[in-house]
C-alpha cells in the first residue's frame, strides 16, 4: 500500500521537464497515453507483489514512457530479416518482389494511372487487361481473371460455375492448406455440393464414373500443397480426369496451388506440375496463388477455356475479390520477367533464393562469417555448418534443400535468450534454435542484411 501511493499522478508526470520534452517530439494524446500505460503498469506490478522493475523516480518512470512511446511510433507491419530459411514464409510475408519492380509498384500507388483507361481511344479500358494478354501468352490459356488470392480463385470459380451442383473431388485431396483453406469449407461457401469419392490414400478412375450425375457440375482436381503421401497411393491423373470429364461433357479444374511457370527440376526441386502443363493435359481451368512459386504479390490467378472464365468476370463476387493497382503493377512486371525465364529466375528474389547452388551458399556463408567475426567482439562465436532450408509455401513438403547456416552465440546468453533479442531489435532478425544454437540460413539472406546483423549482434553483445 505504501508504495502504491508513491505512485504519481498523471498530471504531476505529464509536469516533469522529461515529459515535456517528450510533448515536444510526439502528440499530446499520445503522450497522455503512455504516460497511464506506464503507470497502470507500475501498478499491476506492485498489486502482485513485484516491485516495479525500473523503479518509481523520475528517471525511471520517464523512460518507461520515452520506451511506451517509441513502441506505439513503431509501425506493426514491417521489413525483418528472415534468416529461417524458408524461402516462401507465410507469416514474413512469402515472396519478396523483384527489385526491378520497384517504380512501377510505387506510380501504381503513388500517381495516377492506367489503370482503367485506355490510352488509345481516350475512353474507359479495363483493369484486367494488364495481365490477361500475358497470362495467356505464357500460359497458353484462351483467358485469364485476376483476384485476390488463389483462396479467393476457388471460391470465384466454384460459384460461377457449380453453385446449387455438385463438385467431385478425392478424398487424398481434401487438404487444409493452413491458416483455415479447407476445400470442402470453400465450396460450402461458393454454394456448391461436395462430393467425395474414392479413399484417402487410393481414388481410381471408376470412382469419378460413378459418383457422375445429373447434379454434377464440375471435376476438380486439388494440388495436396503442404502434404504428401508415400506408400500404397493411387490418384488420378489430370490426363485422365480430363478424359472422364470429356465423357460426359464436364469441365475439369485443377486448384495448382503454389502454380509455378518454370521447370525447377534441374535444380533439384523435381515433381512440380507447371501450370502450362496441366492445361496443355487439357484442363479446362487451373487457378494458382501470385505469392508462392511465381514469386509475385499476393493475388489469385485463374487461367482457362474463354467460355468458363467469361461467367466469373461477370460474376457479382468479382467486383468484391478484384485486385488493387498495386497488385495489378507488380504482378504485370513478375508476368513480364517471364517472357524470358532466365530473366525470371535471375531476378525474382524467391526463384534466385530456390534455385542457388550449395556450393555458392557455402561460399557465401564463409564470406559472411569471415565478416560477422571481423564486425564482432570475441565474446561473439559465428561458425558455418551445413543444414537444411526448405522452399515453403505449401511447396516441396518433402524436400530439404542443402544449404549452410551460420552458427551464432553470445557469451552469457542462452539461444532463446538471443534469438529473442535478434527479434526484438529496431530490424528484427529471425533465426531459428536446433539442437541449442541460434541458426541464419544463408539462402534466404541478402547481402545488405549482413551490416545489420553485425550491427544489431554489436548492440547485444556489449549488453549482455
Ligand atoms: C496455398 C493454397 C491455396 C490458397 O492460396 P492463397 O493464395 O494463399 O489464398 C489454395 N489451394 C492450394 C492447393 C494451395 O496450396
Known amino acids: 500500500m505504501n508504495l502504491l501511493n508513491k505512485i504519481p499522478k498523471v498530471d504531476k508526470v505529464l509536469g516533469w521537464a522529461a515529459i515535456e520534452t517528450l510533448l515536444n517530439e510526439y502528440p499530446r494524446p499520445m503522450v497522455l497515453a503512455a504516460v497511464r500505460t506506464s503507470l497502470d503498469t507500475i501498478r499491476s506490478e506492485i498489486l502482485t507483489g513485484r516491485m516495479p522493475a525500473d523503479g518509481l523516480d523520475e528517471t525511471s518512470i520517464a523512460c518507461k514512457v520515452r520506451k511506451a512511446l517509441e513502441r506505439a511510433s513503431t509501425p506493426g507491419l514491417r521489413r525483418v530479416i528472415n534468416g529461417t530459411g524458408v524461402v516462401l514464409h507465410t507469416n514474413l510475408g512469402r515472396a519478396p518482389l523483384a527489385p526491378a519492380l520497384r517504380n512501377s509498384m510505387l506510380d501504381a500507388a503513388f500517381e495516377y494511372s492506367t489503370l482503367e483507361f485506355n490510352l488509345e481511344t481516350g475512353t474507359r479500358g479495363s483493369r484486367a487487361v494488364h495481365v490477361e494478354k500475358l497470362l495467356s501468352d505464357l500460359t497458353g490459356a484462351e483467358a485469364a481473371v485476376v483476384v485476390n488470392n488463389n483462396a479467393a480463385a476457388v471460391l470465384l470459380a ?59 457440375a464440375l471435376l476438380l482436381k486439388v494440388h495436396t500443397s503442404n502434404f504428401a503421401q508415400v506408400g500404397f497411393i493411387t490418384q488420378v491423373s489430370t490426363e485422365e480426369l480430363v478424359a472422364i470429364g470429356r465423357e460426359s461433357a464436364l469441365p475439369v479444374m485443377v486448384d495448382a496451388g503454389s502454380g509455378t511457370l518454370v521447370d525447377l527440376s534441374a535444380y533439384g526441386l523435381a515433381g512440380e506440375t507447371m501450370v502450362q502443363e496441366y492445361l496443355q493435359a487439357g484442363a479446362d481451368l487451373v487457378t494458382f496463388s501470385g505469392d508462392k512459386l511465381l514469386g509475385g504479390p499476393q493475388a489469385g490467378i485463374i487461367v482457362g477455356k474463354r467460355r468458363f472464365l467469361d461467367p466469373m468476370k461477370k460474376h457479382p463476387l468479382m467486383r468484391a475479390l478484384r485486385v488493387d493497382k498495386v497488385t495489378l503493377a507488380t504482378l504485370e512486371g513478375t508476368l513480364r520477367l517471364y517472357r524470358d525465364e532466365r530473366e525470371a529466375l535471375q531476378q525474382i528474389p524467391s526463384l534466385r533464393m530456390m534455385t542457388v547452388s550449395a556450393e555458392e551458399l557455402a561460399t557465401r556463408a564463409r564470406s559472411a562469417v569471415r565478416r560477422l567475426r571481423r564486425g564482432l567482439p570475441a565474446t561473439v562465436t559465428v561458425k558455418a555448418l551445413p543444414g537444411h532450408s526448405q522452399v515453403g509455401g505449401g511447396t516441396f513438403p518433402l524436400l530439404e534443400l542443402p544449404t549452410t547456416l551460420i552458427s551464432v552465440a553470445v557469451d552469457g546468453l542462452s539461444a532463446q535468450q538471443l534469438e529473442q533479442q535478434l527479434r526484438s531489435g529496431a530490424l528484427p532478425i529471425i533465426g531459428r534454435i536446433s539442437q541449442g544454437l541460434l541458426l541464419l540460413d544463408v539462402r534466404t539472406l541478402a547481402d545488405k542484411d549482413l551490416p545489420e546483423i553485425i550491427a544489431a549482434l554489436q548492440k547485444i553483445a556489449t549488453s549482455a
Not at 174 to 186: A, H, K, N, Y
Not at 194 to 206: D, M, P, Y
Open 158 to 216: 466454384l460459384s460461377a460455375l457449380a453453385k446449387g451442383k455438385e463438385v467431385i473431388v478425392s478424398r487424398g485431396e481434401l487438404v487444409e492448406i493452413g491458416g483455415s483453406f479447407r476445400i470442402p469449407e470453400v465450396m460450402e461457401q461458393s454454394g456448391a455440393t461436395l462430393r467425395e469419392v474414392g479413399a484417402t490414400n487410393r481414388t481410381h478412375a471408376r470412382d469419378y464414373r460413378a459418383a457422375i450425375g445429373a447434379e454434377t
